[in-house]
């Protein structure tokens, strides 16, 4: 029996059985407008259509945020968390001071709404990169907004006339190793995130104190183990440190630049002459630098070489950061006592 939705016959002359039609029109008109798409949405919504429904859309696609080296993009994931992609520019263990850009790295920015750098004169490949990516809408955060850069404060020795140093011609830029300097820089990096996406403000407000609160604990922890060694003398073969130096009453002497290979004689007396005249208590490296200049230095100077980290290679966790600079406590801690 095919039922007509939009009119039903009735046949007046029964009259006998008109209530059963009437109760049987009423049924049929019910069934009818709970099918009919014309009608409205029935309140009875099973609850995850209802939250949906209640729900304001969510944004299809993520801020890309694309950073330069790895002390910033600890940083900015930090604050960034999951509400936008970060990348990284220059792989862990490259040497940023002279990287060179390739391709990917012109496709990431010009792809990219966001660029994040340390700044102070250290990603010398930027400009031309960030030129050629020809992307307007790019915003630039410079992480080291409002920091006054240190000039060298230690005498540089060179072992080897042929040796090429990168000149720092903007002051220091290795500010990230001071975690009060890191403090300004992730808070750089939040009013940047939230000028560039608004919409998430409020987490980048949390995430950014969350990791500064971090930073403040780390901070108290280097005062008050190096406050036992005050003026700590020390040699490093990498210009990274005086930021550290000078917040934590150390000294750091000199450093003395040394070539990885074709050393001669000369290049090797040099750098002994180097260290022993200043009477050094400690001697640093960076980690997994294999050297054998400076094991024999080491040994010659009944000196232990040990690890400094410039966190410019390791884990892209930003919990890294935290991990790395409490190893270079206990190593300043041990060689300084």
Same mark, same amino acid.
């Given at each position: /029996?095919?039922?007509?939705?939009?009119?039903?016959?009735?046949?007046?002359?029964?009259?006998?059985?008109?209530?059963?039609?009437?109760?049987? /029109?009423?049924?049929?008109?019910?069934?009818?407008? &709970?099918?009919?798409?014309? &009608?409205?949405?029935?309140?009875?919504?099973?609850? %995850?259509?209802?939250?949906?429904?209640?729900?304001?859309?969510?944004?299809?696609?993520?801020?890309?945020?694309?950073?330069t080296f790895l002390p910033i993009y600890l940083f900015t994931k930090a604050v960034a968390g999951n509400v936008a992609d970060v990348e990284i520019l220059v792989p862990p263990g490259?040497?940023?001071?002279?990287?060179?850009?390739?391709?990917q790295n012109v496709k990431a920015i010009a792809t990219a709404n966001v660029l994040v750098k340390n700044g102070l004169g250290l990603e010398e490949f930027l400009e031309n990169t960030v030129k050629n990516a020809q992307n307007p809408k790019l915003a630039e955060i410079d992480a080291s907004k409002g920091?006054?850069?240190?000039?060298?404060?230690?005498?540089?020795?060179?072992?080897?006339?042929?040796?090429?140093?990168?000149?720092h011609t903007q002051g220091n830029p290795h500010v990230w190793l001071d975690p009060v300097l890191a403090k300004q820089q992730v808070t750089n990096i939040r009013d940047g995130l939230i000028a560039a996406d608004p919409a998430n403000k409020a987490t980048y407000e949390a995430n950014a104190a969350t990791y500064i609160k971090e930073l403040e604990s780390l901070n108290n922890e280097f005062q008050q183990t190096l406050q036992k060694t005050p003026s700590c003398t020390f040699i490093t073969f990498h210009d990274a440190f005086?930021?550290?130096?000078?917040?934590?009453?150390?000294? %750091?002497?000199?450093?003395?630049?040394?070539?990885?290979?074709?050393?001669?004689?000369?290049?090797?007396?040099?750098?002994?002459?180097?260290?022993?005249?200043?009477?050094?208590?400690?001697?640093?490296?960076?980690?997994?630098?294999?050297?054998?200049?400076?094991?024999?230095?080491?040994?010659?100077?009944?000196?232990?070489?040990?690890?400094?980290?410039?966190?410019?290679?390791?884990?892209?966790?930003?919990?890294?950061?935290?991990?790395? /600079?409490?190893?270079?406590?206990q190593t300043l801690q041990t060689a300084c006592k």
């Open positions: /029996m095919i039922v007509n939705c939009r009119g039903i016959r009735t046949n007046k002359q029964r009259s006998g059985i008109l209530p059963i039609i009437a109760l049987l /029109m009423l049924s049929i008109t019910a069934g009818c407008s &709970q099918s009919n798409p014309n &009608q409205g949405t029935s309140s009875e919504q099973p609850p %995850q259509a209802q939250e949906a429904a209640s729900t304001p859309s969510v944004q299809s696609t993520k801020t890309k945020v694309v950073t490259t040497e940023v001071h002279e990287y060179q850009a390739t391709p920091i006054k850069p240190l000039n060298e404060i230690s005498p540089v020795v060179k072992t080897a006339q042929e040796e090429e140093d990168h000149e005086p930021y550290l130096a000078q917040r934590y009453n150390l000294k %750091q002497v000199a450093v003395v630049q040394i070539p990885e290979d074709q050393l001669s004689p000369t290049d090797v007396q040099n750098a002994v002459n180097a260290v022993k005249k200043y009477k050094v208590k400690a001697l640093f490296s960076e980690p997994g630098v294999d050297n054998k200049l400076l094991s024999s230095l080491s040994k010659d100077l009944k000196l232990t070489l040990r690890p400094l980290d410039s966190l410019e290679t390791g884990e892209t966790d930003p919990q890294h950061y935290f991990k790395a /600079m409490k190893a270079n406590l």
